[in-house]
């Protein structure tokens, strides 16, 4: 017996084993890929649309597990992504206008982390992929500043070879401005407007214009989740897909009605990855999630702990603390100085408006005013006399208070404050949202620096300004309708 040979392979084969187990131990937590829609609806097939064609979002909902309820902390991308960063409310940092010039953004302060660096502290690399195929933004949009490095690479081809990995990917089809490029147009005639849309042609093409943009983002999905097979990462990847608010129109995209703050999540786990104990698959789940609950089950999932300063919680396990109340916050976007905070609960949203300057259409920024073609049918007949009792209500002065019963007036529409038998319901809930602002630690009441007001002073004096011949070229379009 060649002794010395054996005990060469002997300890070549220790070594194997040895390289093996580093190798398994780094690939052993699964990686992590949020895809983020822009100003998204839960428009998709696998929430009951039957005019869009998404069979790439359904197979996930399909295979995964669908989310009813989950709400962004904001109605508008840059609010709402900075919580996503965070686990953290965006008014709890401090971080809640909307239009900032960067040297103003405020300084994320201690102790709170962003989630790229939680999660390299937990041994993952970061990807934020800012080009795949014909899509991709590599949009941050965070309303803060911080010294902590935040992603590791924004090119998709670092993540095979840097496992595990928690990677987004970002894209804006569903935002304006609608190219209508879907290989499946929508039938405009088939399409069911809210009542508070005139139900005219302008309004009908627009929503079909948003609908179609649907379809195309359905389409880059298809394409993300077939590059995770090609590259051998499906099996070990969890796929999350979610919008980072609602839908791009009048009342809905700013605004706290569901319209506005209700988005779409799917979450797919590959077969060979263990699932939490509150995870089924092809099922759907009606528990309230909001945005910040995204990044605390993130960390679970990659075997980290929640921070105890997050508050975020998690919602796939059995011994998850479901939330009994939904909390919303909006404030200044752009030219448009606002603030309004919200609590809902199964059955009811009640909404505080603080700070709104005039109606519904009145409070559309000029960049809106530009492209959004309702904002101009709603004046164009509020002129001529022709809108309902309900659509003229978008151009009525908003209440300081609003209470809807969500089961049986999903639309928001008849605002229950002033009913007697509503009184001790909107008392409660009035208390708990007050309760809410003060232990969150909810700065938008903080007083503006001098800075920020002559900022947005001159933001809004100059995009007035640049919007001008847009918005008159936008009403024009609208004006002819009725020739």
């Known amino acids: 017996m060649n002794t010395k040979r054996n005990g060469i392979l002997a300890i070549a084969l220790i070594g194997f084993l040895s390289i093996s187990s ?6 052993a937590w699964p990686n992590v890929l949020w895809i983020i829609a822009e100003d998204m609806s839960q428009d998709l097939g696998c929430y009951g649309n039957e005019l869009v064609h998404t069979p790439n979002i359904d197979g996930l909902a399909r295979e995964g597990m669908r989310f009813d309820r989950v709400f962004t902390t904001g109605p508008a991308c840059s609010p709402s992504r900075t919580a996503l960063a965070t686990g953290v409310y965006q008014t709890t940092l401090g971080a809640y206008h909307m239009r900032y010039s ?3 953004l405020p300084v994320l302060p201690a102790p709170y982390k962003i989630l790229p660096e939680l999660m390299r502290k937990n041994g993952y690399y970061s990807g ?7 899509t991709g933004t590599g949009k941050d949009d965070w309303l803060f500043q911080t010294s902590q490095k935040s992603w590791d690479t924004n090119s998709w081809d670092d993540l095979v070879d840097n496992q595990p990995f928690f990677a987004q990917i970002n894209f804006s089809e569903s935002h304006r401005a609608f190219a209508r490029k879907s290989k499946y147009p929508i039938d405009t005639d088939k399409i069911s407007i809210p009542p508070y849309y005139p139900d005219h042609p ?23 989740l077939a590059k995770l097979k090609e590259d051998g990462l499906a099996e070990n990847t969890i796929v999350i897909f979610l919008s980072d608010h609602g839908r791009p129109m009048i009342r809905a995209k700013n605004w706290l009605y569901d319209g506005g703050t209700l988005v779409p999540m799917v979450i797919h786990y590959p077969e060979n990855v263990d699932t939490p104990s509150g995870f089924e698959v092809g099922s759907s789940n009606s528990d309230f999630i909001s945005g910040v609950d995204l990044v605390a089950e993130t960390l679970l999932m990659t075997g980290a702990k ?5 508050q975020g919680r998690s919602f796939l396990r059995e011994d998850s603390q479901r939330r009994e109340y939904l909390y919303t916050a909006v404030d200044r976007i752009g030219d448009i100085d606002s ?16 700070k709104i300057p005039g109606s519904v259409n009145e409070s559309t920024t ?8 309702i904002y101009h049918l709603l004046n164009i007949m509020g002129e001529k006399g022709l809108l309902s009792p309900v659509q003229a209500q978008l151009l009525n002065p908003i209440a300081s208070e609003e209470l809807y019963d969500l089961e049986n007036d999903p639309f928001e529409i008849v605002n229950l404050v002033g009913n007697p038998k509503f009184e001790a319901l909107r008392g409660r809930l ?11 630690g909810d700065r938008g009441f903080e007083e503006d620096s001098d800075a920020i007001v002559e900022h947005f002073k001159a933001y809004g004096i100059s995009t007035a300004k640049l919007k001008k011949k847009d918005i008159a070229k936008r009403r024009a379009a609208v004006e002819a309708q009725f020739e």
């Not at 934020?128 to 014909?134: A, S, T, W, Y």
């Not at 627009?206 to 983002?217: C, F, I, M, P």
């Not at 199964?346 to 603080?354: M, P």
């Not at 000029?366 to 073609?373: D, I």
């Open 102 to 104: 960067d040297e103003l």
């Open 430 to 440: 009035e208390r708990n949202l007050t309760s809410w602002i003060e232990d969150s």
């Open 306 to 310: 929640i921070p105890d300063w997050m």
């Open 22 to 27: 580093v190798v398994f131990a780094a690939n």
């Open 128 to 134: 934020n992929i800012k080009k795949f195929g014909k």
């Open 366 to 373: 000029q960049y809106r005013r530009a492209s959004h073609p």
């Open 202 to 224: 302008v309004s009908r093409e627009d929503w079909a214009g948003y609908l179609e943009e649907v379809n195309v983002a359905d389409e880059h999905v298809g394409d993300i």
């Open 339 to 354: 603030r309004s905070r919200a609590v809902r609960t199964q059955r009811f949203k009640y909404i505080r408006n603080f």
